[in-house]
């Protein structure tokens, strides 16, 4: 079996980060810790991966970004924000859209492979950690945005989705909402999951039992959100407030309640994710969460720069590969009706 660099890392006792700048010959390895990753090496017969190596040494001065789905606004400002970073460093940007089709962002790492790149961003992955290491530990260079990979050479940037959806709840609470329904994403989406976590949370510190009638998944799009608030009103449980887990999903409530002559915000409460343009201009205005997409983007491809040799890594790299930002709850018309006596009847909704 071929030898990686996380087993030299377990080997020698220390980061698979370390054991990189040793290979590369960076400076801020202590001496000592040098020859113990050397001695591993040497131990373990162990070989740089050639193509990494080669990647490295004959720049393509391109970076990909792998995106879920371009047509989310999220996805689009943070895309803005790795392009003009990379752009100010003389780099060139690829779009990688591969639109929720399952298993198919293993098949991007081809671009590193070939050398059409020299680092890849994965934005709202959905594959599991392993398989990031995996390629990570052969040299390559990669980013991810909107989840936490434990690795001490991949950098993430990511909000914390478990709590900005506490406030999301707790908010409605104050509004005296206790039949609250949660709309998230894909199963397999690590952010809706994280989204219903803190939802689930929340109901637990406000003494509201967890209702499991009271969830459905719409796909992070207007359509899943439309038939997702749908099949919740055919299951006949009261609710008057819907936590959707993107704009795109909440847009999708809003026409349903068109539809069947639900008003917002007075019979149904409704807030979203991710601050899209068109929550500000659809009737009522859509209560919503910011995250600093543009910023995440911008972030994350300064450090995978920095990764790529544009500056020289600083001795905190490796605490420094998790970057943690802060989003804010956009209260607007959607959510501010306050419900007197804090109970709903399915006269008012739910059916």
């Known amino acids: ?14 980061s698979p980060a370390t054991v990189s700048r040793v290979l590369n010959n960076r400076e801020l390895v202590k001496e000592k810790t040098r020859e113990k990753v050397l001695q591993a090496i040497r131990d373990m017969n162990y070989h740089p991966n050639a193509a990494a190596k080669q990647l490295r040494s004959q720049r393509t ?6 995106v879920p789905d371009i047509n989310v606004s999220l996805f689009a400002e943070i895309i803005k924000g790795v392009q003009n970073k990379a752009e100010s460093k003389g780099y060139h940007v690829i779009i990688c859209d591969y639109s929720g089709r399952k298993g198919r ?19 709202a992955p959905e594959a599991a950690p392993e398989i990031f290491a995996e390629e990570a530990d052969k040299g390559f260079t990669i980013g991810v945005i909107g989840r936490q990979i434990e690795h001490d050479s991949i950098p993430c940037c990511y909000t914390d989705n478990a709590a900005f959806s506490v406030e999301v709840v707790q908010h409605f609470v104050r509004q005296g909402h ?19 976590e803190g939802y689930m949370k929340a109901l637990h510190r406000s003494g509201i039992g967890f209702q499991p009638a009271l969830i459905e998944n719409g796909d992070f799009s207007e359509e899943g959100g439309y038939r997702a608030f749908l099949r919740l009103r055919e299951k006949g449980h009261a609710f008057t407030a819907v936590y959707a887990a993107n704009d795109e999903m909440a847009l999708g409530v809003y026409k349903a309640c068109s539809e069947l002559g639900i008003r917002i915000p007075e019979e149904l409460a409704v807030f979203g994710v991710d601050n899209n343009r068109i929550s500000r201009y659809i009737t009522p205005h859509l209560s919503t969460v910011e995250q600093p997409s543009y910023l995440m983007g911008s972030m994350l491809a300064e450090k995978l720069l920095s990764l790529l040799g544009e500056e020289k890594p600083g001795p905190e790299e490796a605490a420094d590969s998790r970057i943690e930002v802060k989003s804010r709850l956009i209260i607007r018309e959607s959510s501010t009706f306050h419900r007197e006596g804090g ?3 399915s006269e008012n909704h739910g059916g």
Do not use: C, W
């Open 1 to 14: 079996m071929d030898k990686k660099i996380i087993d030299v890392a377990r080997a020698a006792g220390v």
């Open 61 to 66: 001065m391109t970076i990909g970004v792998i």
């Open 105 to 123: 962002e293993r098949d991007y790492f081809a671009l590193l492979h070939n050398r059409t790149v020299d680092a890849l961003i994965f934005v």
């Open 178 to 196: 206790r039949q609250i329904a949660f709309i998230g994403g894909y199963p397999e989406a690590t952010d809706a999951f994280e989204r219903l």
């Open 343 to 345: 109970s709903a009847s």
